[in-house]
């Protein structure tokens, strides 16, 4: 069974601080992974992608990926009260058209 | 045009009753998805479409059949569900199935079947 895992949180953290979000993968011969995030009530919404090790930044947002390690994480520097959502990291297997899901991180950012 | 959009945003429907659900896509995408989302769970795949035609039947009962008339259009038919599929039905699409094709969602249906 593939799996992605996540903490379920919540995760608080104060407005300004830097915010880690981690995800581990079980199938070692993923090759793309995806951060989404999803306020309540809405749709998911993708916010960064990522192929290679290391780090990928977008704005205040870096994804850092570790393939030996299977894990992958998302920063979010400056961290905002309009940050607060659930992040879900999402993994696609090689060859495979199924995304794999973890159950997603709850942010709270306090103001 | 980098958006999904999906119709209606809300349905209310009995057992008994036959209803759809719609998803258009102008991205150029040929690949398109339905997926299934309870409340605090993450999406779950239902169905995948490549170039129209579908790739993935995650064991769906058949009270949900996908259909796809077009490369922009994706519809769900829905017929004699129960309450547990009460849920947000979520559409996705991406340039091709699989690989680093990022899929981007439209808003969703809330589905409450009574």
């Known amino acids: 069974q593939k799996e992605v895992e996540q903490n379920s949180g919540p995760l608080s953290v104060p407005e300004g601080a830097i915010a880690s979000l981690n995800c581990t993968y079980s199938?070692?011969?993923?090759?793309?992974f995806f951060w989404y995030r999803q306020y309540s009530g809405k749709s998911p919404e993708l916010i960064m992608s990522i192929y290679s090790n290391g780090d990928k930044e977008d704005g205040r947002f870096t994804a850092q990926l570790n393939k030996a390690s299977q894990y992958v994480s998302l920063l979010i520097r400056d961290s905002q009260p309009s940050d607060s959502a659930t992040y879900l990291c999402?993994?696609?297997?090689?060859?495979?058209?199924?995304?794999?899901f973890g159950a997603g991180t709850r942010l709270f950012v306090k103001a | 045009d980098t958006e999904v959009t999906q119709t209606p945003k809300h349905l209310v429907m009995g057992m008994t009753n036959k209803k759809s659900l719609k998803c258009e896509q102008h991205?150029?995408?040929?690949?398109m998805y339905w997926y299934k989302q309870k409340a605090k769970k993450p999406p779950e795949l239902m169905f995948v479409?490549?170039?129209?035609?579908?790739?993935i039947n995650e064991s769906v009962p058949s009270r949900f059949s996908p259909e796809c008339p077009n490369s922009s259009l994706l519809n769900l038919h829905l017929h004699a569900l129960q309450p547990e599929d009460s849920a947000l039905y979520l559409c996705?699409?991406?340039?091709?199935?699989?690989?680093?094709?990022?899929?981007?969602f439209g808003p969703g249906t809330r589905l409450t079947v009574l």
């Open positions: 996705a699409s991406s340039q091709l199935a699989g690989g680093t094709n990022e899929q981007f």
């Open positions: 991205m150029g995408h040929r690949a």
């Open positions: 999402a993994v696609l297997p090689t060859g495979g058209f199924k995304t794999i």
């Open positions: 479409y490549s170039y129209e035609k579908l790739s």
């Open positions: 199938d070692r011969g993923s090759q793309s």
